[in-house]
């Protein structure tokens, strides 16, 4: 197989709402907006990664802290407040892969990972996540992650 197999979702409150109601807070936030969480919910329990994709520019919301965040935005969503900033204003969209570069087909990765999360992916295939780190960093954050990942699944 060539690439990563990997399944996206465009960013909704439902969204938020689903990884929240069924994956909880995230294992790590990063400083850049990213928010990850590894479960072994993959096809025969594989460790996925998955990973919310900050919006390209991120700016986290002042007053909140960084490992904050997700669960400050998802309480507000559940609880119909306003959160500190839309979702759709910090996280651009959803990625799950293998997390440890095991191989899997990209069907048995998406069925596995709309079982897991209760949303069928945006798009799924394989991808090369190599040239779009490598723009993330040489445009410092200032890229969206999510079209470029669509934009190789064809989607």
Same mark, same amino acid.
């Given at each position: 197989m060539g690439g990563t197999p990997?399944? @996206?979702w465009r960013v909704?409150?439902?969204? @938020?709402a689903a990884l929240d109601d069924?994956?909880?807070d995230p294992l790590d936030a990063y400083v850049n907006g990213s928010q990850v969480w590894l479960l072994g919910n993959g096809p025969g329990e594989l460790t996925l990664e998955w990973r919310l994709h900050p919006v390209a520019g991120f700016t986290r919301p002042p007053g909140v802290a960084t490992h904050e965040l997700f669960p400050a935005v998802a309480l507000a969503l559940a609880q119909g407040d306003a959160p500190p900033a839309p979702p759709a204003a910090l996280w651009e969209g959803l990625e799950a892969f293998p997390a440890h570069g095991e191989e899997t087909e990209p069907a048995l990765l998406a069925a596995a990972a709309a079982e897991a999360l209760g949303r069928v992916p945006d798009a799924y295939g394989l991808v090369d996540h190599g040239p779009i780190g490598e723009e993330w960093e040489r445009r410092r954050g200032a890229v969206s992650i999510v079209d470029a990942l669509l934009a190789q699944l064809g989607a």
């Open positions: 990997t399944c @996206v909704a409150d439902e969204l @938020v069924r994956f909880g």
